[in-house]
């Protein structure tokens, strides 16, 4: 596996979907974007993923506005990025690509994000995972989607589905959908975090409920390797600290969960 160092962050992800759409077509925007994303028109899929880019434009004005810049530069950067928001507007959806969608992803509204990235970077970052490093999430999340699927939790069966869907959710992220950007892909973890924490919170004994305790053990093990690989400290505390700021990265907001925090005591 790399050691190498690459992180990332909404701003630099943002511009990096922006350069993928950078194409000309005379498609309207929806047929463009769902080939795009290898997904159907208009399906539960394609929802997802536009108000999920929808959200995260919103969500980096907000990180803007908090920044420590001069008021004109700032208002620049936040209009820079709803010009981007307007890309996946209903207009654009039903007009030609070429026509109003590549215009706001151009580079007269990328480029000021690929500068503004380094200031971003300093409150929210995260690695990038490599190719290899990909392959081998994958491989974990599938060897454990075979096991839960074979294993039944007694009582807290309800929870191992909510387990298995928020799994293979985060897989499809994972693997089809993953120039979207990796924050983009960990916001799914956290279904299988909150599913984890409420197993763990029930109290397993290993003697009357061997599977309960294999699947927390095992769950807790994958949640706590994609942590690894996705934290920029160079450990990680043995103790329930870790799942604490697994949640932050899924919320993309590292200055902590207290909330989550009350629930690990």
């Not at 109003?100 to 690929?114: E, Q, Y």
């Not at 994958?138 to 928020?166: K, M, P, S």
Request: net charge negative.
């Amino acid at each position: 596996m790399t050691n190498t160092l690459v992180l990332t962050d909404p701003a630099r992800e943002l511009a990096e979907l922006c350069t993928e759409l950078q194409v000309q077509t005379n498609k309207t925007g929806e047929t463009f974007l769902a080939g795009k994303f290898n997904v159907e028109p208009w399906s539960r899929e394609f929802f997802e993923i536009i108000f999920t880019i929808t959200e995260r434009c919103g969500m980096l004005q907000q990180v803007v506005g908090e920044l420590d810049l001069d008021e004109d530069f700032r208002e620049e950067m936040v209009k820079h990025v709803r010009a981007i928001m307007n890309a996946f507007s209903a207009q654009s959806m039903r007009g030609r690509w070429d026509q109003h969608g590549l215009t706001n992803v151009g580079a007269v509204n990328v480029g000021p994000l690929k500068a503004l990235s380094a200031t971003v970077r300093q409150r929210i970052a995260y690695r990038k995972l490599s190719s290899e490093e990909l392959s081998e999430v994958l491989q974990e999340i599938a060897i454990l989607l075979d096991w839960l699927r074979e294993h039944q939790l007694e009582e807290q069966d309800f929870v191992r589905q909510a387990i298995i869907e928020g799994l293979e959710r985060f897989s499809f992220r994972l693997e089809r959908l993953r120039w979207l950007g990796w924050g983009y892909t960990l916001e799914t973890l956290r279904e299988v975090i909150a599913a984890y924490m409420l197993l763990e919170r029930q109290g397993i004994d290993p003697r009357s409920n061997p599977n309960g305790a294999a699947a927390l053990k095992k769950v807790g093990g994958l949640i706590k390797a994609v942590y690894k690989r996705i934290s920029v400290a160079k450990d990680v505390a043995d103790t329930s600290d870790w799942l604490i700021k697994m949640y932050a990265a899924g919320s993309l907001v590292y200055h902590g969960a207290p909330h989550i925090a009350g629930l690990l005591r």
